[in-house]
């Protein structure tokens, strides 16, 4: 196990690389799903495949946030100006509500809207929201919206680590990497 002065931990960083290859497809699939004019075999097919795999995706979060909650992240950088600061907390404290809020409001809209989720019903467990169209529509814009939001906050994530990368080369990118690379 690594200290949190230099990095994040094992299971912090397969965490991470996991579910960022996991969110991606889930965006590309969602915003192709809702599309008009897909054959309907094919539009069925990725709602299952969307439904079932943003279950693994609430898991894996629910897991994550206790793991953060747990262990602080290593400290940034004493070089980065407050500003940067600011926005590094608020951009990942925004990342990790939108990890939690975009599965569960997926969650809520099929539940209360009364869809299946073909691999939670095949394992004989429970709805755990009421059937309500009110809720289910809720839930639909907070997914949304939501949507909009964690693809806009992956950009400039994204933009962040290679200009750390390959630009400044400060030691952020080790500091995530997955553990089978030895600084
Ligand atoms: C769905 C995709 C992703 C999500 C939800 C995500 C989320 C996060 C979050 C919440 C943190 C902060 C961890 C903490 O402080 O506990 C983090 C750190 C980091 N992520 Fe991502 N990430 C994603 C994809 C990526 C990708 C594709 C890259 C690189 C191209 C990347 C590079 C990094 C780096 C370098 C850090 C460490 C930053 C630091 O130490 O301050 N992430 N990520
Ligand atoms: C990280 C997890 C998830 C991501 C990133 C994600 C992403 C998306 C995106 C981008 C859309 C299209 C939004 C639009 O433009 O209307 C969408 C729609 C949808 N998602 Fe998800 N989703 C996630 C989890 C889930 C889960 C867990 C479920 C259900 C169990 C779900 C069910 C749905 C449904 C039913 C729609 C269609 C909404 C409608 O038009 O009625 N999603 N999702």
Redesign the pocket.
């Known amino acids: 196990m690594r200290d949190s002065a230099s990095g994040y931990s094992n299971g912090q960083r397969s965490l991470h690389w996991i579910m960022a290859i996991?969110?991606f497809p889930?965006?590309?699939?969602?915003?192709v799903?809702?599309q008009q004019g897909l054959p309907r075999a094919v539009q069925n097919s990725m709602?299952v495949l969307?439904?079932?795999?943003?279950?693994v995706?609430?898991i894996l979060?629910a897991l994550r946030i206790a793991l953060r909650l747990r262990r602080s992240p290593p400290p940034l950088s004493a070089s980065l100006p407050a500003w940067q600061r600011r926005a590094v907390h608020a951009s990942h404290g925004l990342l990790y509500v939108?990890?939690l809020v975009?599965?569960?409001?997926?969650?809520i809209?099929?539940?209360a809207?009364g869809?299946p989720?073909e691999a939670l019903d095949r394992l004989g467990l429970p709805t755990l929201v009421p059937r309500s169209d009110a809720l289910a529509n809720a839930a639909?814009l907070i997914?949304?919206v939501?949507?909009?939001a964690?693809?806009a906050l992956l950009v400039l994530h994204i933009a962040a680590a290679l200009q750390h990368a390959l630009i400044l080369r400060d030691g952020t990118w080790a500091r995530i990497w997955p553990p089978v690379t030895r600084r």
Do not use: D, Q, T, W
């Open positions: 996991l969110i889930m965006l590309v699939v969602g915003f799903m809702v709602f969307h439904k079932n795999i943003g279950v995706v609430l979060a939108l990890i975009m599965p569960l409001s997926g969650y809209r099929v539940r809207g869809f989720i639909k997914h949304e939501g949507a909009y964690i693809a």
